[in-house]
């Protein structure tokens, strides 16, 4: 089991805003990255540290936390947004070790 | 921009050791940054297998730790992996990736695009 917990399947409607959350201890203390994987693709980063986007990433991703929540919200959820989301932290054990959560599929429809 | 590109055996026996290479290209291990495989089994999610700093110092997912060993090799820009005693539960997607640290923050900034490796007599 991860000890990060997300929702396994979230629905939007074209046009409108959508927020996959992720939970976990560790996020108290340590600032999730998101990652975004589409059928046969490997993950690409889309928000890392307290709301940062790289480089070619769309503005409509933003990153939030509050305790032991973290949050990706996309606004005006696009059909290419339509995947994978997983997060990812370190474990709560305190050492250098990392999980990620069980990934949310998220629709568009 | 940094490349990654994984290489290795697509098939393996089970009890047998899977090894890997990740070759970096666009940036210079030596000069920093952690370096980490991420493997995804068909059909479900990602799991971090372990990381390695440029120094060599490495960290490992406790579940996988006895089986697992990851080295770096500066002189030819690239890094390893060698998951040992493999069962059909280790057929996945094998990922390699590279982190940018900060004290609160390590994403995963850069992947490979994956390589497939089954575990099959």
């Known amino acids: 089991s991860s000890e990060l917990t997300q929702d396994p399947a979230v629905s939007v409607a074209l046009g409108q805003t959508v927020r996959i959350t992720c939970q976990g201890d560790?996020?108290?203390?340590?600032?999730a990255s998101w990652y975004q994987q589409k059928p046969g693709q490997a993950p690409v980063l889309v928000i890392y540290?307290?709301?940062n986007r790289p480089s070619g990433i769309p503005d409509r991703f933003s990153g939030s936390s509050s305790g032991n929540t973290a949050s990706l919200t996309i606004t005006g959820a696009q059909a290419e947004d339509e995947a994978d989301y997983y997060c990812n932290s370190r474990d709560s054990s305190g050492n250098p070790h990392w999980v990620f959560g069980g990934g949310t599929k998220l629709t568009v429809l | 921009q940094v490349q990654l590109q994984e290489s290795g055996p697509g098939l393996v026996k089970p009890s047998e050791t899977l090894s890997l290479t990740c070759a970096v290209s666009?940036?210079?291990?030596?000069?920093?940054?952690?370096w980490g495989w991420i493997r995804q089994p068909p059909g479900k999610g990602l799991e971090w297998i372990g990381s390695i700093y440029h120094s060599g110092s490495t960290y490992y997912n406790p579940s996988l730790k006895s089986r697992v060993t990851i080295s770096v090799d500066t002189s030819k820009n690239q890094f390893s992996l060698k998951l040992s005693s493999v069962t059909a539960a280790d057929t996945a997607v094998y990922y390699c990736?590279?982190?940018?640290?900060?004290?609160?923050?390590?994403?995963?900034?850069?992947w490979g695009q994956g390589t497939l490796v089954t575990v099959s007599s």
């Open positions: 540290g307290k709301n």
């Open positions: 666009g940036y210079s291990i030596s000069s920093g940054y952690y």
């Open positions: 990736a590279s982190r940018t640290c900060s004290s609160t923050s390590c994403p995963f900034d850069y």
């Open positions: 560790s996020l108290r203390s340590y600032y």
